[in-house]
């Protein structure tokens, strides 16, 4: 009898253990793909294309990537934006820079590349497990839904830009920058005769 009860205490601790060993081993190779981002995101288009096909074959599930994309949209807007909104501080205190004068601050994003990434994955990944559940399929027509979705798109799109282009922040970067400097005169040269 004392058998039966000490099996039944050692499952949760086994579970908990196997718990905290794959919560270790996912970290581990979460860590490893931090710096790879073009593998990264070519994991998330192949996961996003899996799931597109699987959606396109059923014909159907569109509630659920309605749902995906309006995620989707919230997540670029939030990966679009400051980690300090001038309108939210009032321009007080840490803001970007809006004249020449202003100090140089660099944009820090208010959701970075990484979590952004980890966030659309993790959607595609819920969304494809959805489609195995045929409450999720809920019977709509769907050029109404892509058609509210592309207006949304753009009108929200148009409000960022124009909050980017009153704040003067770009939050994209081509690369580091150059600097040229002064310019030597040829009349100063170490080397003339």
Known sequence: MEGAVGGDSDAPTNLAKWKSDFSRSFQFYL????PHPVGRW???????????????????????????????LNLLIGFLSPIVDPVIEGM???????????????????????????????????????TFFSVFDVPVFWPI???????????????????????????????KQKYTGKKATTGSSLFQD
């Open 42 to 72: 070519l994991g998330t288009l192949g996961i996003a294309a899996i799931y597109s096909l699987r959606v396109y074959l059923i014909q159907g599930f569109y509630i659920v990537t309605y749902g995906l994309g309006i995620y989707l």
């Open 145 to 175: 839904l892509l058609c509210y979705w592309i207006v949304l798109f753009f009108l929200t799109m148009k409000r960022q830009i124009m909050h980017m282009v009153k704040y003067k922040y770009i939050p994209f970067t081509t690369g």
């Open 31 to 34: 860590d490893r793909s931090t």
């Open 92 to 130: 007080e205190g840490a803001s970007l820079p809006t004249s020449v004068s202003d100090e140089f601050k660099p944009f820090i994003r208010r959701l970075p590349e990484f979590k952004f990434w980890y966030a659309i994955t993790k959607a595609f990944c819920i969304a494809f497990v959805m």
